[in-house]
Nanobody, 121 residues
Framework: QVQLDESGGGLVQPGGSLRLSCAAS????????MGWYRQAPGKQRELVAA???????NYADSVKGRFTISRDNAKNTVYLQMNALKPEDTAIYYC???????????????WGQGTQVTVSS
């Protein structure tokens, strides 16, 4: 099976920065798109940023210009650099990957367990 391990969350003051990492491991033939989602208390999970295997990116309007998603295909790892953090960025951040486990298999979504990001003074 495939496992996604996230790291890098924590408590940061407004205006600060954090870098999230998510490494995929297990039976992997290829990873297509990877992304970061977040869910704040009482709200639905929302897309923060996504990146294709070719490096094309997509961002939520609320994070454009502040967050940067990147990936290292050799390490099956996706990153989220978060700058100029705001209290409204507080949420549990989840990593997602579209993984094909065999050459003839179909793509399937896998999710990490989530990492807490808290922006507060």
């Amino acid at each position: 099976q495939v496992q996604l391990d996230e790291s890098g969350g924590g408590l940061v003051q407004p205006g600060g920065s954090l870098r999230l990492s998510c490494a995929a491991s297990g039976s992997i033939f290829i990873i297509d798109a990877m992304g970061w989602y977040r869910q704040a208390p009482g709200k639905q999970r929302e897309l923060v940023a996504a990146i294709t295997i070719g490096g094309s990116t997509n961002y939520a309007d609320s994070v454009k210009g502040r967050f940067t998603i990147s990936r290292d295909n050799a390490k099956n790892t996706v990153y989220l650099q978060m700058n100029a953090l705001k209290p409204e960025d507080t949420a549990i951040y989840y990593c997602e990957a579209d993984v094909q486990v065999t050459m003839l298999g179909a793509l399937k979504d896998y999710w990490g367990q989530g990492t807490q990001v808290t922006v507060s003074s």
